[in-house]
């Protein structure tokens, strides 16, 4: 079987809510093995564009494949093999409040596996370790967490089933800058040491120069740009030159030629 080089192919995507339109054919790819993210201003179908591919919402039309392929029209039953393909951070974590950090993240494995439960909290606390919370965090419940601490809880959870690809909803949303500048190295050495595919969505300047291999800027219904930051940063649309040359486009883009 030939290798499959687009890992996410969307083509002609059309999305409404009423006579609000969303998405007019938007079309763009992710390629096996980078780091991919969408970007642009709120209300630019961002995360929209996110809950489709991975089947919590339907658009109007167009085509949406994953590991080749078509998800929309899937039933339940048809997406499970692809959904323990994937994991899945939300932007608000998720994580059951009820249950601790180590059953949080051991649930897809209690879901989706017959493994028992000692070799489950196991590899529960191996996913805890590679997210970067210590041991201790594993016994803690979510409201016992800090933020950064959260965040690293649901990726852990995002990688129980060890998936090849990963999306990450604002996965830097309401941290402090030394909490987000870690998310950043973190998502780095995950993807290289794990071989993951990452489409994330994120408005954070920083983690987009220091992780994003390309980005695909929304606005207007449609894709304005994509490429990689240098090649965007050079772009001329108006939405793109505000969203890049602002005064925090600007400050991301001299800390990330620091690091160079």
Not at 44 to 60: A, D, M, V, Y
Not at 133 to 142: D, F, M, T
Not at 145 to 172: C, I, Q, Y
């Amino acid at each position: 079987m030939a290798e499959i080089s687009n890992i996410v192919e969307i083509d002609s995507i059309c999305t409404q809510f009423g006579t609000l339109t969303v998405h007019e054919n938007v079309s763009l790819n992710v390629r096996q093995g980078e780091i991919f993210a969408l970007a642009g201003g709120s209300g630019c179908g961002k995360s929209t564009l996110l809950r489709e591919i991975i089947l919590l919402q339907k658009p109007l039309s167009g085509s949406i494949r994953v590991f080749g392929q078509e998800v929309l029209g899937l039933d339940d039953e048809a997406a499970l093999p692809l959904r323990r393909r994937w994991g899945v951070m939300f932007e608000r974590g998720a994580l059951f409040s009820s249950l601790s950090v180590l059953e949080n993240v051991g649930l897809p494995l209690r879901e989706h596996t017959e493994l028992d439960h000692d070799l489950i909290d196991k590899l529960a606390a191996l996913k805890i370790a590679l997210a970067g919370l210590p041991a201790s965090a594993g016994a803690k419940y979510p409201n016992e967490l800090s933020g950064g601490m959260r965040k690293r809880a649901a990726l852990a959870r995002a990688l129980a089933l060890e998936p090849e690809l990963v999306f990450l909803d604002e996965p830097t949303a309401g941290l402090d800058p030394l909490s987000a500048s870690g998310f950043d190295e973190l998502v780095k050495n995950l993807k290289e040491s794990l071989g993951l595919t990452i489409m994330m969505v994120t408005h954070d300047l920083d983690l987009l120069w220091q992780v994003a291999d390309r980005v695909a800027v929304l606005g207007e219904n449609r894709v304005l740009g994509l490429g990689t930051m240098e090649e965007l940063s050079n772009e001329e649309h108006p939405i793109i030159r505000e969203y890049f040359h602002g005064v925090r486009g600007r400050a991301a883009w001299e800390q990330a030629w620091k690091q160079k």
